[in-house]
């Protein structure tokens, strides 16, 4: 019986969905040489010449998993796969592609990451209260057990960096090391614009991402309280641009102080239109989240890498001793603590002109998605030769 050289995965955010997995889920198999069956959410729009898309019917997610198994079994029955890749997030992806497994023991399955879910450092057990926005503790404890199990039952073990993997494997990383992958988000391409010019003397901060949990406007809004009392004039001209969710805790922060006129929130937008918001801005602002143990700055945000793309000053509000600040070194960004007196005299800087320049263009064209995506088509391709 001949096998499929398609690919099934099962992935319930993707385009036009709005967030950072959807987004590094397309970037991914587009800049693939491969081809996929990819079985989704609702919202799914349209796919791509070599990507079929298979969105299931009503919003159902806790349901998907079982879904996804219907569908895999419909399809395999004429393509016969021999890989599949399960991915995460959200947290009940790897369910998914363990039911697969269960039925279709000799099919090699890719098992990607892009958060540790059973020990996320986002999560906080509901005893210590949850606050604003954090994931459910329950479900992602639950949904981890099967995370768990794709760990040791995957052929092929997916992150973004290496941090990342670390974290997840904890003390059983040497056992799995053999087959680890690190296949970084990447971006689309350098798409360098001249900065805007601006007649009224303003200046454009803006942040593209989530705020929500550990990640928040804490260090920023500390910083520009300081500015406001030492430079008032300078504090007027700086604008500092939200664009994409941000909690309710996050809005009263700004809207109960003295710089509710600083802010503006955009709310989420499409990605096409989050890059016109990074062109328009004089300076990039990335706010790693903060927490209390060590070792726990293990995300890159995927929007890190389309900032390197656009060619404006990058300031990176995080620990130089983490997955951002590896990035940051790597392009040339600027990295600050997240501290107030430190941040206040970076941006008392920008605004009086002395400022600091764009990535390295060099190096962050080497960063292209399809850099990533070439290292899973050569590992998947080995996964289909060893086929039974």
Request: proline share 7%; hydrophobic share 40%.
């Amino acid at each position: 019986m001949k096998t499929s050289r398609r690919v099934f995965v099962a992935a319930w955010e993707y385009p036009p969905l709005i967030s950072g997995e959807s987004i590094v889920c397309r970037k991914t198999l587009e800049h693939s040489r491969l081809d996929y069956d990819l079985c989704c959410g609702p919202a799914a729009g349209a796919g791509d010449r070599h990507i079929r898309l298979f969105p299931q019917a009503g919003n159902k997610y806790l349901l998907w998993p079982l879904q996804v198994l219907r569908q895999f079994l419909a399809l395999d029955r004429r393509e016969h796969y021999s890989v599949m890749m399960s991915r995460v997030m959200p947290v009940n992806g790897h369910l998914a592609g363990w039911l697969i497994k269960r039925l279709r023991p000799g099919l090699k399955w890719v098992v990607y990451f892009s958060d540790p879910v059973w020990n996320s450092p986002f999560l906080s057990p509901p005893w210590k209260g949850r606050g604003d926005h954090r994931p459910s503790w329950l479900l992602m404890k639950l949904f981890g057990i099967p995370a768990k199990w794709a760990v040791r039952e995957g052929d092929l073990l997916v992150f973004n960096n290496e941090r990342l993997a670390r974290y997840v494997l904890g003390k059983e990383y040497g056992r799995f090391q053999n087959k680890v992958l690190i296949a970084p988000y990447g971006h689309d391409g350098l798409r360098l614009r001249p900065a805007p010019q601006r007649g009224d003397g303003q200046f454009w901060l803006t942040h593209v991402g989530q705020l929500y949990g550990n990640r928040t406007l804490e260090a920023i809004t500390e910083a520009l309280q300081l500015l406001q009392r030492r430079e008032p004039e300078l504090f007027r001209r700086l604008r500092v641009w939200q664009v994409g969710f941000a909690s309710a805790s996050e809005r009263r922060r700004v809207e109960q102080s003295a710089l509710s006129g600083a802010f503006g929130f955009v709310g989420q937008v499409s990605y096409k239109e989050s890059i016109q918001e990074m062109y328009r801005a004089d300076c990039l602002l990335v706010i790693d989240p903060v927490f209390r143990g060590e070792g726990q700055n293990i995300y890159v945000p995927g929007k890190l890498y389309d900032y390197l793309s656009v060619g404006r000053p990058i300031l990176c509000i995080a620990d130089r001793d983490s997955a951002t600040g590896d990035i940051a070194r790597e392009t040339g960004c600027r990295i600050v603590p997240p501290q107030a007196e430190a941040l206040c005299a970076v941006l008392k800087d920008l605004l009086e002109g002395r400022g600091f320049p764009p990535p390295d263009p060099q190096r962050c064209g080497q960063l292209h998605c399809r850099v990533g995506a070439g290292r899973l088509d050569e590992k998947i391709e080995k996964l289909m030769r060893r086929e039974g």
